[in-house]
C-alpha cells in the first residue's frame, strides 16, 4: 500500500489510517505511567485521543485530562501504581486477565513479542509485550489488517477492562471505552443487577486462576498472527523500535 493510500484510507471507525495511527499513540501515551515528557503536551495529546470519539467517550477523556492536568506528578505516578500495579483486577498486562498465573502465559507471551518481531518491530527488553500501552503502540505502527485482528482477539478483555475502571470510578476507563471503541464495538455491556454470570467475585483470586486457566483467551496469538505534523507526533515510540524483520518471509499485509 503506498504512503497516499494509507493517509486517505479509512479505519476501524472510519478515521483514516494516519489518523487512527495518530490516536493509537495518544491513547497509549495516555495509560502510560506519568512523565513530563507527555504531560507537558497534554492538551494536544487529548485532542488527538478523542478525535472522532463518541461524546460519552469524549467528555470521559476531557475528564482524565483534567485530572492528570490539576494533579502534581507524584500524585499522578502514587495513584497510577496503586491503581494498575496493585490492582490485578485492572491489571495493563491483558495476560493478566486471560491467563493470570497459568504456564501458558509465557508462551503467550513469547508469542506476541514474535509477532512484533515479525512485523519488524522489537519490544524494547523492560518491557512485556501484553502491557496495554505497548499494544497501542504497536497498533499505531500496523498496518490496518493486522491491527483490526490484533483488536478483534484482544476485545473481550479491553470490554471487561474498561467496565472495571469505570465501576472503580477512574477516569482511565474512558481510554479503554476508546479503544473498544475504535475497535467498532459500544465500550460498555449494559448488565441488569439480577442478570446471571459465571464471573467470579474479582477478589476471589483462587477462583480467578482457575478460570483463567480453564478457559484461556487466545488474544495475540491466533488470527492476528495469520493475518498478519500534530503535538502527539513528538512523542516518538518508546518501546517499539525498527528492526530487520525476523521473519523475512512473513506476509506483508498489503
Not at 2 to 16: D, H, I, K, M
Not at 215 to 232: E, I, K, L, M, R
Request: include cysteine; glycine fraction near 4%; proline fraction near 6%.
Amino acid at each position: 500500500m503506498t504512503s497516499s493510500a494509507q493517509e486517505s484510507s479509512p479505519g476501524s471507525s472510519g478515521q483514516s489510517t494516519a489518523s487512527l495511527s495518530r490516536a493509537f499513540r495518544a491513547l497509549g501515551v495516555m495509560l502510560s505511567y506519568p512523565q513530563p515528557v507527555w504531560l507537558d503536551v497534554l492538551p494536544e495529546v487529548a485532542e488527538e485521543a478523542s478525535r472522532n470519539a463518541s461524546e460519552f467517550v469524549r467528555q470521559g477523556l476531557d475528564l482524565l485530562a483534567q485530572y492528570l492536568g490539576s494533579r502534581s506528578l507524584t500524585a499522578l505516578q502514587e495513584t497510577y501504581v496503586s491503581l494498575f500495579d496493585r490492582t490485578r483486577s485492572v491489571s495493563l498486562h491483558l495476560f493478566e486477565h486471560s491467563h493470570g498465573d497459568a504456564r501458558e502465559r509465557g508462551q503467550a507471551m513469547a508469542r506476541l513479542r514474535q509477532l512484533y518481531a515479525d512485523q519488524g518491530w522489537e519490544l524494547s527488553s523492560n518491557e512485556l509485550p501484553d502491557y496495554l500501552p505497548a499494544v497501542c503502540e504497536f497498533c499505531s505502527l500496523a498496518e490496518p489488517e493486522l491491527r483490526d485482528a490484533l483488536l478483534a482477539e484482544a476485545l473481550p478483555i479491553l470490554q471487561r477492562l474498561a467496565q472495571r475502571l469505570e465501576e472503580k470510578a477512574s477516569p482511565y476507563s474512558a481510554v479503554v471505552a476508546r479503544i473498544v471503541e475504535v475497535a467498532g464495538e459500544r465500550p460498555f455491556e449494559v448488565r441488569s443487577d439480577d442478570a446471571p454470570t459465571d464471573e467470579p467475585d474479582l477478589d476471589d483470586w483462587e477462583a480467578l486462576d482457575r478460570q483463567w486457566e480453564d478457559s484461556p483467551v487466545t488474544f495475540g496469538v491466533g488470527a492476528a498472527h495469520d493475518s498478519c505534523n500534530v503535538a502527539v507526533d513528538l512523542i516518538r515510540p518508546s518501546r517499539l523500535t525498527r528492526r530487520e524483520r525476523a521473519n523475512p518471509g512473513a506476509r506483508r499485509l498489503a
